[in-house]
């Protein structure tokens, strides 16, 4: 069995970063990550959404992330329980 290796989220320090992929190694172009609602007040996980899709869990797999895409983490004042 190989192992995926699995990012654990957290709120971003930043609006937006775009990561070049180098193409000699993975398929996508670029990750593109944007914060939305981001503030000294509005600074937990609201949602997640990778390439359109909500994520059920704050975590993205290594594989996921060298395709290429977007993740975009909407932030809010209060902490979401489930």
Request: aromatic share 10%.
């Amino acid at each position: 069995m190989r192992l995926s290796p699995v990012f654990d989220l957290s709120t971003p320090l930043f609006d937006k970063i775009t990561i070049r992929l180098d193409a000699r190694y993975y398929g996508g172009k670029t990750f593109t990550i944007e914060t939305r609602n981001l503030s000294d007040e509005s600074f937990y996980i609201r949602s997640a959404l990778l390439n359109g899709r909500k994520l059920e869990k704050p975590q993205i797999h290594f594989a996921d992330l060298v395709k290429g895409g977007s993740l975009i983490i909407e932030t809010d004042t209060k902490p979401v329980i489930n």
